[in-house]
Structures are given as C-alpha cells and as structure tokens.
C-alpha cells in the first residue's frame, strides 16, 4: 500500500496538469467542417470597406452600385491618376483572429474597366504583429468578372517583405492577429476604374472535445 501511493498521487497530479493544460484535443480531421468566416457580396451597402491610394479623390469611400455585380451589388473606385496604387481595404470582420482561415481560400471577384497598359504589383496584402506579406495572383481581371482563389497557406505563393517565403508558424502566427487585409484594385497604369465582388473568407472549424479521464484506484 505505501509503496504503490506515491505513484498514485504523481498520476493524480499528472492527471490535473493535463486537464488543466490539456483539457480538450482535436476530433478526427474527417470531422472538420468547413466555415465561412466572412463574407462581403455588397448587395446592401459597401459593407465597411474602404480605398486606400490614389482613388476616389483621397476619400476613401468606394462608390457602391445597386446592380451589374455578379449578381447584384458591388464596389467600384476610379484611379486618381496621381501614382502609386490603390487597394482596396477589408472591414473588421474580415481581420482579427482568423487561425481558422489556415489552409483555406479567401476568394474574390475583380473587374477593370480596361485591360491595356496593364502594370504589376502585390495583389493581395497581409498585414498584423506578425509580419507583412504578399501574394501575387497568376493573371490581372479582365472587363468582365474575374474570380480568384488565394490559398492562405505558406506553401501558396505567399512572401514576406524581405522577398523570402514565411514557415507554417510565421503564417499561422499572422493569422491569429490580422489588422490589415487588402486586395488590389489598380491594374494600369493610365485611368481606369476597378470593381470588387463577393469577398469570402473560407475557414475550417475543427470541433473539441473534453478529454477522457479513468478513475485511478489503489491495489
């Protein structure tokens, strides 16, 4: 009995250290459902989202049109013409933690309103505590709906400022805090007028479960 009740009370303690720091653990991945975290299709409103660069004279308020987007409502913004580039800039709930958002496709449809003297640049930018990083999708949108489908995962195409491409923990890392999230709308360099549709942001919920502890007994 004396010797066997150390060793209960190192299993015990062991026990409640991992309830309390262990307390749940992943189901199977087949369990995994597929989420949507956010989504903007702009049939009301511009739902909160914004232009930052030279376009629509400095004011950063995108126009909203009620119909011609696919379907419905969508975004457009006219080039100022002053250099640089303009981008446009996602709402609070397409930021903040979004870890669920690992792996997954942030997609998106884009229209310009002419495809010559097309220019290059990052097309979709990253930022958070974490670092800043880019994508740069394989083709511009044409004058006609054009949808894409950005991976966000290392292994996608992302880099980082310095041109390098991020681990899994810098990614992961980026995710759970993201404060700036933007999507390009200038493709050329003359005038032109850019438009934006139907911003989804996929994720993946992974479902916990409490740990199951056995009673320990004395012998």
Known sequence: MLGTRPRA??????TYLSLSLFGAQPVRAQDAQPIVIAVSTFDVDDEGWTVIGDAQRGTGIPTF?????????FLSAADDETGGVWYWQ????????ISEAYGQTLRF?????????QRDDYDVVLKGPGGTFYFDTPYNPAKTWTAYAVVLSETAGWTKSDGSIPTQAEMRALLADVTTLQIRGEYRSAADT?????V???GLHIPIVPLLYLPLTEK
């Open 200 to 202: 989804v942001l996929e």
């Open 65 to 73: 049109v009620s119909s011609g987007g696919n379907p419905g409502g």
């Open 109 to 117: 449809e884009l229209r310009q309103s002419a495809v010559t003297q």
């Open 90 to 97: 996602a709402p609070a709930k397409f930021l903040g933690n």
């Open 9 to 14: 009370w190192t299993l015990l303690v062991l």
């Open 194 to 198: 850019g438009d934006i549709d139907n």
